[in-house]
């Protein structure tokens, strides 16, 4: 595709139920990460992905939280029994990963998440 | 990746230049200086990156000192457009994905 795209755009939770997030990386990008960011504060950084291997998950907060990617394209960000804390928006990246450094990462709009 | 540090807000008239401050006075040798920016309700945006000298684009300019100690953003004609939080990341530039740590970054204000 032409972006990054996630779905779905808003997700209104109960707190206890799980809820899985999409990212559809740009097409050939090899490299995808996952941030979310809560009302009025950074992002934080949950995890990336390089091709389908998780070098790095130390941002993930808590067992709860899991991620894959399947096929070296599409990622799902899978919150079980989810609490009122994880209410936040959930940013998608990726980036083409080739030989030079210049490692743009190309952001999608978001999972606005809202566990009541 | 090194720290940053940048003002939490500043304000721009329309038309002037907006100058971004950033600190990274514990940055490495291989370690890129990345601005990125963040419109309300956006995902963040890519505008320019550098190692040691200044490189300009059709957004903006990255003027970086000698020392590397320290960059400064400069989008020479804001907008109201312009308006959004800016991030100076600094992050080692290769081959393998790592990921970026955004700070706190810098709102900036653009008024009439």
């Known amino acids: 595709g032409a972006g990054v795209s996630q779905s779905p755009s808003n997700k209104v939770t109960e707190k206890g139920k799980d809820v899985e997030l999409r990212c559809d990386p740009i097409s050939g990008h090899t490299a995808l990460y996952w941030y979310r960011q809560s009302l009025g504060q950074g992002l934080e950084f949950l995890i990336y992905f390089q091709g389908n291997s998780a070098p790095d998950k130390s941002g993930l907060p808590s067992d709860r939280f899991s991620a894959e990617r399947t096929g070296g394209s599409v990622s799902t960000l899978t919150i079980q029994r989810t609490q009122q804390e994880d209410s936040a928006v959930y940013l998608c990246a990726s980036s083409l990963l080739g030989r030079t450094t210049n490692e743009k990462l190309f952001f999608g709009s978001g999972t606005q998440l809202s566990v009541l | 990746d090194a720290k940053t540090t940048q003002p939490p807000s500043m304000d721009c008239a329309e038309g002037r230049a907006a100058n971004l401050p950033c600190n990274h006075s514990t940055i490495s040798g291989n370690e890129y200086v990345y601005w990125y920016r963040q419109i309300h309700s956006q995902g963040p945006q890519y505008i320019i990156h550098?190692?040691?000298n200044n490189e300009t684009n059709e957004m903006a300019s990255l003027i970086i000192t000698e020392d590397r100690k320290s960059s400064t953003l400069i989008l020479p004609h804001a907008t109201l457009r312009d308006t959004a939080v800016y991030y100076c990341?600094?992050?080692?530039?290769?081959?393998?994905?790592?990921?970026?740590?955004f700070g706190t970054g810098t709102r900036l204000q653009v008024t009439l």
């Open positions: 550098g190692l040691k």
């Open positions: 990341i600094v992050r080692v530039g290769t081959g393998t994905a790592s990921k970026l740590t």
